[in-house]
């Protein structure tokens, strides 16, 4: 069974970094594309940015270039997104998902409020 | 960015009903649009990938349809259990891109 559980949420100030963190299991994660999508609250879906199964391209939205790092470990079966310099705006859950989204986690949510 | 728009933005239909949501895309996306369906609190499920293919363990009351700029998402034979928000989302280029999601009411 495939599963991906976030997990790195919370509250953070203004100007704070967090680091997110997916782990997959239950499929062969070195061969997927590997996505992070979040959701503000009671907002619709926005896709945030993306990674190649070997790490060696990523893609990101425009409001989070600069700010935000995603990256991998196949051999942890895992996969981050490091985010800095966050802003009210930045306030959602996370979801990482697997390729175009056959497979997601539960979510991770970050509040981002002094 | 490629700007998806989804027409209606909400609706209310009965058990049984046919129900169409269009997705427009700002630009030609081939068929590289996915469909998902998110229930209250909880995470998006793919229903239908390359415009039209039924996503495994999918009812088969839902189907896709379209290429280019216009889509749609089709459920046949509405159910109370379909009750939520459907998105589309095109994969064609970057950044990715989703509608801003039609809810489904009963």
């Known amino acids: 069974e495939v599963q991906l559980v976030e997990s790195g949420g919370g509250l953070v100030q203004p100007g704070g970094s967090l680091r997110l963190s997916c782990v997959a299991s239950?499929?062969?994660?070195?061969?997927?594309?590997m996505t992070w999508v979040r959701q503000a609250p009671g907002k619709g879906l926005e896709w945030v940015a993306n990674i190649k199964p070997d790490g060696s391209q990523k893609s990101y939205v425009d409001s989070v270039k600069g700010r935000f790092t995603i990256s991998r470990d196949n051999a942890e079966n895992s996969l981050y997104l490091q985010m800095n310099s966050l802003t009210a705006e930045d306030t959602a859950v996370y979801y990482c998902a697997r390729g175009i989204g056959d497979s997601w986690g539960q979510g991770t949510p970050v509040t981002v409020s002094s | 960015a490629i700007r998806m728009t989804q027409s209606p933005s909400s609706f209310s239909a009965s058990t049984g009903d046919r129900v169409t949501i269009t997705c427009r895309a700002s630009q030609g996306i081939s068929t590289y649009l996915a469909w998902y369906q998110q229930k209250p609190g909880k995470a998006p499920q793919l229903l239908i990938y390359a415009a039209s293919t039924l996503q495994s363990g999918v009812p088969s009351r839902f189907s896709g349809s379209g290429s280019g700029t216009d889509f749609t998402l089709t459920i046949t034979y509405l159910q109370s259990e379909d009750v939520a928000t459907y998105y589309c989302?095109?994969?064609?280029?970057?950044?990715?891109?989703f509608g801003h999601g039609t809810k489904v009411e009963i």
């Open positions: 239950g499929f062969n994660f070195t061969t997927y594309w």
């Open positions: 989302q095109q994969y064609y280029s970057y950044p990715r891109t």
